[in-house]
T-cell receptor, first 115, second 113 residues
């Protein structure tokens, strides 16, 4: 069966420091991968998605970047964190080439606090 | 563009009460519709889905019917439990959009014993 892992679960970082959040998927090949941010008490905002290695689409301009160095690995990064980067970051996957009726499956998230 | 609107929360109910969480959508074409649930401190779990008009999705006592004429996908449960306390998200996936989901703002449900 397929599983998705995110780490770390929680992270406290000072303003201006770099960031690297990692997401890996097991049990499937060439998944579509997604990064979302959920601000406190708010809905989910899609940040990036990827349909293959090295293919990244950005949904909103921001201080973050994403990379997909391997088929089932998706990394969210920043060179210098801002206070506004605080939030709950969720990674999700979906089957390759699947139609719109297939759901996304989410990891357990990383809670990022910027001090 | 495509959008999803959910009823405002928080919703507070007593155990065994009937639950309705309203969800309406705007989309071109024929989207697929989903309900996700998020328990405190966790990621989102798929609760149910419907992929075409008049489809009914159901899971764990929850139901939602895809109503094209009213562009709605309301979530219902006949008798809620304390363990149903969570945030519920309605979402749509539009055709030819790379599987991207558009979420409503979420509705927090609190069930009291």
């Amino acid at each position: 069966s397929q599983t998705i892992h995110q780490w770390p679960a929680t992270l406290v970082q000072p303003v201006g420091s770099p960031l690297s959040l990692e997401c890996t998927v097991e049990g499937t090949s060439n998944p579509n991968l997604y990064w979302y941010r959920q601000a406190a008490g708010r809905g989910l905002q899609l940040l990036f998605y990827s349909v293959g290695i090295g293919q990244i689409s950005s949904e909103v301009p921001q201080n973050l970047s994403a990379s997909r160095p391997q088929d089932r690995q998706f990394i969210l990064s920043s060179k210098k964190l801002l206070l506004s980067d605080s939030g709950f970051y969720l990674c999700a996957w979906r089957g390759a080439g699947s139609t719109s009726n297939q759901p996304q499956h989410f990891g357990d998230g990383t809670r990022l606090s910027i001090l | 563009g495509d959008s999803v609107t959910q009823m405002e929360g928080p919703v507070t109910l007593s155990e065994e009460a009937f639950l309705t969480i309203n969800c309406t959508y705007t989309a071109t074409g024929y989207p697929s519709l989903f309900w996700y649930v998020q328990y405190p401190g966790e990621g989102l779990q798929l609760l149910l889905k419907a992929t075409k008009a008049d489809d009914k999705g159901s899971n764990k006592g929850f139901e939602a019917t895809y109503r094209k004429e009213t562009t709605s996908f309301h979530l219902e449960k006949g008798s809620v439990q304390v363990s149903d306390s969570a945030v519920y998200f309605c979402a749509l996936s539009a055709y030819n959009q790379g599987g991207k989901l558009i979420f409503g703002q979420g509705t927090e449900l609190s069930v009291k014993p």
